[in-house]
């Protein structure tokens, strides 16, 4: 709950997202508060694009499921580095929240979030259309970093990818056994994943 808060915090006060979660004082929590103390977990989440031909799209991510990958612009500078960033999409929220800024009660808002597992980019994988072939990612192994909140409307489109079937399954990224963030009847995941371009 208490990194729910600064995701929400950072959104409502207008901050850049830098791809770390800022942290908040217990005050600053505590002036935020969820509605009727209520979640509510939606079962798919639209993202509206434009098409390379210059029409508008639109991908249905199911969270949980197959096609719950999404991508979003990187926020890293160096130019060295890949442009996109991936998440698999755990779960999709509706929150109305109530927030005093100053000791100003600010209007109700609902608000939509996205809890999410990041994927890392393979540093040592060379990828392009030069060398034939696609961007290799993995989940970022379990850690506080593995798992965090993203605004729906960072989300640039829904994201295909291919289980690197070579390089087998794992459970040294997370704990074995079942999980929100693994398919049912899952116990562990695929190493890497390539990135269907």
Same mark, same amino acid.
């Given at each position: 709950?208490?990194?729910?808060?600064?995701? $929400?915090?950072?959104? $409502?006060?207008?901050?850049?997202?830098?791809?770390?979660? =800022?942290?908040?004082?217990?005050?600053?929590? /505590?002036?935020?508060?969820?509605?009727?103390?209520?979640?509510?977990?939606?079962?798919?989440?639209?993202?509206?694009?434009?098409?390379? +031909?210059?029409?508008?799209?639109?991908?249905?991510?199911?969270? @949980?499921?197959?096609?719950?990958?999404?991508?979003?612009?990187?926020?890293?500078?160096?130019?060295?580095?890949?442009? *996109? &960033?991936?998440?698999?999409?755990?779960?999709? #929220?509706?929150?109305?929240?109530? #927030?005093?800024?100053? @000791?100003? !009660?600010?209007?109700?808002?609902?608000?939509?979030?996205? &809890?999410?597992? &990041? #994927? @890392?980019? +393979?540093?040592?994988?060379? &990828?392009? *259309?030069?060398? %034939?072939?696609?961007?290799?990612? !993995?989940?970022?192994? +379990?850690?506080?970093?593995?798992?965090? *909140?993203?605004?729906? !409307?960072?989300?640039? =489109?829904?994201?295909?990818?291919?289980? %690197?079937? %070579?390089?087998?399954?794992?459970?040294? $990224?997370?704990?074995?056994?079942?999980?929100?963030?693994?398919?049912?009847?899952?116990?562990? +995941?695929?190493? %890497?994943?390539?990135? /269907?371009?």
């Amino acid at each position: 709950m208490q990194k729910l808060k600064n995701h $929400l915090l950072s959104r $409502l006060l207008g901050l850049d997202y830098d791809g770390d979660e =800022r942290s908040f004082s217990p005050e600053d929590r /505590n002036g935020l508060r969820l509605t009727n103390h209520q979640i509510v977990k939606s079962k798919i989440f639209q993202v509206n694009y434009t098409t390379y +031909d210059i029409h508008r799209d639109q991908d249905v991510i199911r969270p @949980g499921s197959n096609s719950s990958v999404v991508m979003t612009l990187s926020r890293e500078i160096n130019p060295a580095v890949h442009r *996109f &960033w991936y998440a698999q999409v755990v779960c999709a #929220f509706h929150i109305q929240v109530h #927030f005093c800024l100053g @000791g100003i !009660s600010q209007p109700k808002r609902g608000m939509e979030v996205l &809890w999410v597992r &990041w #994927f @890392g980019v +393979d540093p040592d994988h060379r &990828w392009g *259309f030069k060398q %034939a072939r696609l961007p290799k990612i !993995s989940f970022v192994p +379990d850690s506080n970093d593995a798992f965090g *909140f993203l605004d729906p !409307s960072l989300v640039i =489109r829904g994201c295909h990818i291919i289980p %690197a079937f %070579a390089d087998g399954r794992t459970d040294l $990224l997370m704990p074995r056994g079942p999980s929100l963030s693994r398919r049912p009847g899952e116990v562990d +995941d695929w190493r %890497a994943f390539y990135v /269907n371009m």
